[in-house]
């Protein structure tokens, strides 16, 4: 009796929430492939933010890695620190099913849902890639999906963007015109906000925040600028002081290594000692604080491996990059309220988040996975030498470089401004909601005025700086993030622009 009575109070002391929501899928028997709508159940529980998936029959462990970073982004959408809930998905459907991260869309449709306790229309299904920001990306075997619905009785489809065209034995078909001639309405959907209305009739999607330049880094990223460009450019008259001073700076090591002087590497040396003495008397209190060391001290290291090239070109390179993080550092002391920095454990909860990212890109293409491992072994060294805010820096960046990778695969050449402005607009929200809680980005928002500045003339190098800006917009008072936003596909994709990006990751290093 006793132990019944305790069961009993478990069960009651531990609420579950349960969904369910049409799973549009392919299944595979020999050479014919088709399209079903298969069942996709969430449970929730309280718990330790666990994430399980139960399928029959097994799916691929894309699928399993999407429904975790479907967790992840419906939690940020609702801005919910999910770390005391347990979420169980279950995927039933018939045998042959193609497992892939094409769910991801919709299982955070239903995570967002399940958390606010409110069913999701029957009748409206959708297919797509998760990626980060909460973006949907392309996924295929679109057209035979649209016909799976519509035998099903589902009335409504969301689609990605840029999948307007199936080739389809030789046949381009656009899904739109294809759904109004079987009696369906197809839609395309950019973001998670903008599919979340369709499933939801009621619910609330955050409104648009105006951004605002905080006046504290204006004023010292305007400084540093003013150290960096001999005169002024249209950037800086445009008050992109951080686009500019970057600018500045490449123009400054281009013209230093063009006519190089004498530089003593000793000397340099010794400067650099003098100036890491100099910031050991600096008492790191904030974000702010934090997010300037991780500047200071990348711009550190690359003047001393400069030096130990030794050439003149690179000795011209070093004295300038020394000069670049001593403006930095005036950002050191920002006004802002002391927070509790708990830097360790951000590094290692960063470490895991984009051991996760890079598992899944090196399943999906491994060879442009290799930087991102560069990246992130950097990230184990720092944490091994107990260098904790340089280990949150790396990790943070290897992160946000696996996603942009995987947020380019699918992407036809031709569609990525398109992804490219979708992902600016998410980034430039998280800002603007960052403040509202009183935290600006400093690197955040550089980033993003970087990534801004080159998006016509190199728009796969500005997604990569889209990503680092949103990795560092979200990243919060505790040096933990917001629950994370992903990113996965399997589709064909564009090879010139992986591989520029890639490139991009190897950016001439810039302020």
């Given amino acids: 009796m006793k132990l019944y009575l305790l069961l009993g109070l478990v ?11 049409p799973l549009l899928a392919l299944t595979e028997q020999g050479e014919i492939r088709d399209g079903i709508v298969a069942e996709l159940t969430l449970e929730t529980r309280r718990g330790t933010g666990r994430v399980f998936l139960d399928t029959f029959p097994l799916t691929r462990v894309t699928t399993q890695t999407s429904m975790r970073f479907a967790q992840q982004v419906a939690c940020s959408v609702l801005e ?8 169980f998905f279950t995927v039933r459907a018939p045998p042959g099913i193609i497992g892939g991260p094409s769910a991801g869309a919709v299982a955070t449709i239903l995570t967002v849902a ?3 306790g409110k069913p999701v229309k029957d009748d409206v299904a959708m297919t797509g890639t998760i990626n980060s920001g909460g973006a949907i990306g392309p996924v295929g075997g679109t057209l035979e999906k649209i016909e799976a619905a519509q035998k099903k009785g589902i009335t409504t489809v969301l689609i990605p963007p840029g999948t307007k065209t199936q080739n389809q034995q030789g046949v381009d078909i656009d899904p739109i015109q294809y759904g109004k001639e079987i009696g369906l309405k197809i839609i395309e959907v950019a973001t998670i906000e903008e599919a979340l209305p369709y499933f ?5 999607a955050r409104p648009h925040i105006s951004l605002t330049i905080d006046t504290e880094y204006a004023d010292r990223m305007k400084r540093i600028a003013e150290g960096l460009c001999a005169d002024s450019s249209e950037e800086f008259n445009n008050g992109k002081y951080y686009a500019a001073a970057s600018a500045c700076f490449r123009t400054r090591v281009t013209n230093a290594r063009t006519n190089p002087t004498e530089e003593n590497a000793s000397l340099l040396q010794k400067d650099i000692k003098t100036f890491e003495q100099e910031l050991l008397q600096h008492e790191i209190q904030s974000l702010t604080d934090v997010q300037t060391i991780m500047m200071v001290n990348e711009r550190i290291r690359e003047t001393k491996e400069a030096i130990l090239n030794g050439s003149k070109s690179n000795l011209a390179y070093a004295k300038q990059r020394l000069y670049s993080a001593q403006l930095w ?5 920002t006004p802002s309220p002391p927070q509790i920095l708990r830097l360790k454990e951000g590094c290692q909860h960063k470490i895991a988040e984009a051991e996760e990212r890079y598992s899944y890109v090196v399943s999906i293409t491994p060879p442009l996975a290799t930087p991102v491992r560069t990246t992130l ?5 720092f944490h091994t030498d107990e260098d904790f805010i340089d280990c949150l820096y790396s990790a943070s960046k290897a992160k946000a470089e696996a996603n942009a990778i995987m947020g380019v695969i699918g992407i036809r050449e031709e569609a990525l401004p398109s992804v490219l402005r979708t992902k600016l607009n998410v980034v430039n929200q998280e800002i603007a909601r960052g403040q509202t809680k009183g935290v600006f980005p400093i690197i955040g928002y550089s980033y993003y005025e970087l990534a801004e500045s080159l998006s016509e003339d190199s728009p796969t190098t500005s997604l990569l700086f889209a990503e680092y800006a949103l990795e560092f917009a979200t990243l919060n008072t505790h040096t933990d993030t917001f629950p994370a936003h992903e990113t996965y596909q399997y589709v064909f994709f564009g090879i010139g622009s992986l591989l520029i990006l890639i490139g991009g990751i190897a950016y001439v290093r810039n302020l």
Avoid: H, M, R, W
């Fill in 11 to 21: 069960l009651l002391a531990t609420p579950v929430l349960a969904n369910t929501i």
């Fill in 80 to 87: 919910k620190d999910c770390k005391k809930i347990d979420f």
């Fill in 114 to 116: 399940t958390l606010e």
């Fill in 200 to 204: 939801l009739p009621n619910y609330n």
């Fill in 329 to 333: 550092s005036t950002f050191l002391g």
């Fill in 377 to 381: 072994d950097q990230a184990y060294t």
